[in-house]
């Protein structure tokens, strides 16, 4: 392993399926090289209208992508780029498309509060909706997901009951926008800039690009 970690900044949503790719693919390739990570998880939503309680999947997409044939062609899509991955799709066990919000905000208080379990949160939440069919909308939902890994689900619950980090979330989305983010995943990795679920051999090289210049730079 390096002795130093990598600091990586990854910009995304809970609803994005290739958000969920990029996460995995990248501490995968991480592992394979024997490099530490450390990834600082942005919010970013990409549908900021939608209604709080979320909306019905199969209704929504398929007025969105013209009808629920090409709603589940771009689904089986996802699934074979990401059949060499450590992850798995459970699409028929998602019934509503939620609103991420309060997980942004839950990812905010676990990196105010819990920061070493920021990565363990993403994650967990990420597998919650794509491999679980959680409604990570739901704010029983996300404390129990919290609970799983170790937080507090009756301060997690209190905390999400309110409008708490609602304020920072908008400012940090505002601010990812601001810096020209426009679709997620957008990861960065040194002066590297990956956009969407890049190939394991472009995250390797990026990678090891900022190994490089980590190794360089003098203490």
Not at 4 to 27: G, H, N, Y
Not at 50 to 79: C, H, V
Not at 80 to 96: G, Q
Not at 128 to 154: P, Q, T, V
Request: hydrophobic letters at 40%; aromatic letters at 8%; charged letters at 25%.
């Amino acid at each position: 392993m390096t002795s130093k970690a990598i600091s990586i900044s990854m910009t995304s949503d809970f609803i994005c399926p290739w958000c969920f790719v990029a996460e995995r693919r990248l501490k995968q390739v991480a592992e394979d090289e024997g490099f530490a990570i450390d990834i600082h998880f942005k919010p970013f939503e990409l549908n900021p209208e939608m209604p709080k309680e979320g909306l019905n999947r199969k209704t929504y997409r398929s007025a969105k992508f013209g009808s629920w044939e090409r709603s589940m062609q771009l689904d089986q899509g996802t699934i074979e780029a990401s059949k060499d991955d450590p992850l798995v799709f459970d699409y028929a066990a998602m019934e509503l498309t939620p609103n991420t919000r309060a997980a942004h905000r839950l990812v905010w208080y676990v990196q105010q509060n819990a920061p070493d379990k920021e990565a363990a949160i993403v994650d967990a939440v990420l597998a919650g909706y794509f491999s679980r069919g959680m409604n990570i909308g739901d704010i029983d939902a996300l404390a129990d997901i919290a609970n799983e890994i170790g937080l507090s689900r009756k301060n997690i619950l209190a905390f999400l009951a309110t409008d708490d980090g609602a304020y920072e979330v908008a400012a940090l989305e505002q601010e990812a926008i601001s810096s020209g983010v426009r679709g997620v995943p957008h990861i960065q990795i040194g002066d590297t800039h990956l956009y969407g679920a890049e190939s394991a051999g472009n995250m390797r090289k990026a990678l090891r690009e900022a190994v490089t210049v980590q190794s360089d730079i003098k203490p």
